[in-house]
T-cell receptor, first 115, second 112 residues
Framework: DVKVTQSSRYLVKRTGEKVFLECVQD?????MFWYRQDPGLGLRLIYF???????EKGDIPEGYSVSREKKERFSLILESASTNQTSMYLC??????????????FGDGTRLSIL | GESVGLHLPTLSVQEGDNSIINCAYS??????FIWYKQESGKGPQFIID?????DKRQGQRVTVLLNKTVKHLSLQIAATQPGDSAVYFC???????????FGAGTRLFVKA
């Protein structure tokens, strides 16, 4: 089975801190994604990556950046954390270059609280 | 705009009964559809998918039906069990596009 591992289940940070969320997948998937999940708003795409060193903005990239230096690892960075970034963050990966036609496999999420 | 919606935000069924979760999609260009299950404290888990050249696909205790005429997707769970209690999301993709559109989710409660 595909395993997507997020480094932290729960994280508490302070406003203005730089925050790193890490995600690792073990199935050699080309595509990796970062979402946030908020009640009533569903899953919203922050960034995605088709390959190493590649990144594309999703629907809500403001205040975030990403890094993909190795194929198996995709990092989400909150440059200067704000309280409105308190949320559940989900990482996902999928097979094949480009989009579509393969399901995404998700990690169990990082619940991030910004105080 | 493009959206994937759900008719019922919550569904309560008796253990052993069949469950049907519905989803409407608005993008007629979507050609790939996925159902995910999300249990409390976990990430979404892939259940079953279907491509637009099919009307029906069956898995273990689950069946997905696609009606392209009315842009409707449904997930049927046979002999629902307590372990089926979760939030279920539908999602749509367009092969020529780049994003997955997720529905808001339906919470399924299974009564023992």
């Amino acid at each position: 089975d595909v395993k997507v591992t997020q480094s932290s289940r729960y994280l508490v940070k302070r406003t203005g801190e730089k925050v790193f969320l890490e995600c690792v997948q073990d199935m050699d998937h080309e595509n990796m994604f970062w979402y946030r999940q908020d009640p009533g708003l569903g899953l919203r795409l922050i960034y995605f990556s088709y390959d190493v060193k590649m990144k594309e903005k999703g629907d809500i990239p403001e205040g975030y950046s990403v890094s993909r230096e190795k194929k198996e690892r995709f990092s989400l960075i909150l440059e200067s954390a704000s309280t409105n970034q308190t949320s559940m963050y989900l990482c996902a990966s999928s097979l094949l270059r480009g989009r579509g036609n393969q399901p995404q496999h998700f990690g169990d999420g990082t619940r991030l609280s910004i105080l | 705009g493009e959206s994937v919606g759900l008719h019922l935000p919550t569904l309560s069924v008796q253990e052993g009964d069949n469950s049907i979760i519905n989803c409407a999609y608005s993008n007629s260009a979507s050609d790939y559809f996925i159902w995910y299950k999300q249990e409390s404290g976990k990430g979404p888990q892939f259940i079953i998918d279907i491509r637009s050249n099919m009307d029906k696909r069956q898995g273990q205790r689950v069946t997905v039906l696609l009606n392209k005429t009315v842009k409707h997707l449904s997930l049927q769970i046979a002999a629902t069990q307590p372990g089926d209690s979760a939030v279920y999301f539908c999602a749509e993709e367009n092969t020529g596009g780049f994003k997955t559109i997720f529905g808001a989710g339906t919470r399924l409660f299974v009564k023992a």
